[in-house]
């Protein structure tokens, strides 16, 4: 079946430092993928998505690119702030409507 | 625009014990669903409605869960006997479904259970 694999966390920045979080798919056909941010305390948030391959999904600095050679939606941001601490999760949509996650990667971003 | 709205935020109740949650989706849309998401983990689909029709019900525990979508719009779920496994986050989400692909699904704040 579908799934998602992220890196485990937490992954611990100094704030200004550069930004990756991997992830990587399984799945049948041309998925969907999408990156969710979990604030404390809070729901889900889309972040940004890319619906097919070479796609790039950017929002509030972050960056994903699809890679179907790879089966790779990496998130990526230049340069991370304190607010950017969050729990950050990969999912894929292969058309049935179902979203499929991963297990979350904690960001922790110190000044 | 109102966002998805779920109630209450937090529940503590024996096991056993019946418990219900209550979600209101975004004006509009017609899919909606319920997820659990257990801690430390990503969410896992519970139940998918289109409309008031439950079309992916398959990860429901049909034993002691339930849920309903009367009028297409709000939607409950509930837990009878609770168990301690149970205890999680129960999240609420909402999309436009245009059978386009590439949808988004808007999440809500998710009701915390815990079962003790």
């Known amino acids: 079946g579908d799934s998602v694999t992220q890196m485990e966390g937490p992954v611990t920045l100094s704030e200004e430092a550069f930004l990756t979080i991997n992830c990587t798919y399984t799945?049948?056909?041309?998925?969907?993928l999408f990156w969710y941010v979990q604030y404390p305390g809070e729901g889900l948030q889309l972040l940004l998505k890319a619906t097919k391959a070479d796609d790039k999904g950017s929002n509030k600095g972050f960056e994903a690119t699809y890679r179907k050679e790879t089966t790779s939606f990496h998130l990526e941001k230049g340069s991370v702030q304190v607010s950017d601490s969050a729990v950050y999760f990969c999912a894929l949509n292969s058309g049935f409507q179902k979203l499929v996650f991963g297990t979350g990667t904690r960001l922790l971003v110190s000044p | 625009e109102a966002g998805v709205v779920q109630s209450p935020r937090y529940k503590i109740i024996e096991k056993k014990q019946p418990v219900a949650f209550w979600c209101n989706p975004i004006?509009?849309?017609?899919?909606l669903y319920w997820y659990r998401q257990n801690l430390g983990q990503g969410p896992e689909l519970l139940i998918r409605y289109e409309n008031e029709e439950a079309v992916d019900d398959s990860q429901l525990p049909k034993d002691r869960f339930s849920a309903e979508r009367l009028k297409g719009v709000d939607s409950t779920l509930k837990i009878q006997p609770a168990e301690l496994g149970d205890s999680a986050v129960y999240l609420c989400?909402?999309?436009?479904?245009?059978?386009?692909?590439?949808?988004?699904?808007?999440f809500g704040p998710g009701t915390r259970l815990t079962v003790t």
């Open positions: 004006s509009g849309h017609n899919t």
């Open positions: 799945a049948t056909g041309y998925p969907s």
């Open positions: 989400a909402s999309s436009l479904d245009l059978g386009t692909g590439g949808y988004e699904q808007y």
